[in-house]
């Protein structure tokens, strides 16, 4: 079955500094990959998702992702950081022949002003 | 409704008790996943539903959970003989569905369960 593996529980940024959560997948056939944000004691919101028509993913307030089939990754980034980003990120995963989808662990995202 | 309705919100049972949790999809959503998240866990697969069959349950943890969706649309999760381990959040998702792999999971608030 298909998988994703986030690095890092927690990464803390800067106000203003590059954001990069990463994630990568396993998966036998062409992926669908997904980004979700958590707010605090909010449900899970779809940021940006991959679904073969492009590569680089352009989601809401301000975050891409890339997708790299050589490296099965698909990393979360935005170039400056805002308070109000501080949240749970989750990875997702889903294929073409098993609907089901399945999420990585999760990355806590700090804020530092 | 527009979203993916859960209710309760939150429940509180005692051990060895029995509860169910509802999950009322996204109208048309053929698609349905529960899901459950216990603190500062990513959503953890229960079960998936395609229609009124579930299509695969291979994340129930034991027997004493079960769900149900018996007209292809709402569903009901069901735990019996509730322990403590089984508190965390039971989220609930729908999506299309069928031809439209590519299309994301819509999620509702969940319902916090609480064992004591």
């Known amino acids: 079955a298909q998988s994703v593996t986030q690095l890092g529980s927690h990464v803390s940024v800067s106000e203003g500094a590059l954001v990069l959560l990463r994630c990568n997948y396993s998966s036998s056939v062409p992926p669908y990959l997904f980004w979700y944000v958590q707010y605090p004691n909010q449900g899970l919101q779809l940021l940006l998702k991959?679904?073969?028509?492009?590569?680089l993913v352009k989601g809401i307030n301000g975050f891409e992702a890339e997708f790299k089939k050589s490296e099965t990754s698909f990393h979360l980034t935005k170039p400056s950081a805002h308070m109000s980003d501080a949240a749970e990120y989750f990875c997702?995963?889903?294929?073409?022949?098993?609907?089901?989808?399945?999420f990585g662990a999760g990355t806590r995202l700090t804020v530092k002003p | 409704g527009a979203g993916v309705s859960q209710t309760p919100s939150n429940k509180v049972t005692e051990k060895g008790k029995y509860v169910e949790l509802r999950c009322d999809p996204i109208?048309?959503?053929?698609?349905l996943y529960w899901y459950r998240q216990s603190l500062g866990q990513g959503p953890e697969f229960l079960i998936y539903?395609?229609?009124?069959?579930?299509?695969?349950d291979s994340g129930l943890p034991n027997d004493r959970f079960f769900a149900v969706r018996p007209e292809g649309s709402v569903s009901t999760l069901k735990i019996q003989r509730t322990e403590r381990g089984d508190s965390a959040v039971y989220l609930c998702a729908s999506s299309p569905g069928g031809a439209l792999m590519n299309t994301e999971a819509f999620f509702g608030q969940g319902t916090r369960l609480t064992v004591v």
């Open positions: 997702a995963v889903r294929t073409d022949n098993n609907n089901d989808m399945r």
């Open positions: 539903f395609q229609g009124t069959g579930a299509a695969d």
């Open positions: 109208s048309g959503h053929t698609a």
């Open positions: 991959y679904t073969s028509a492009a590569t």
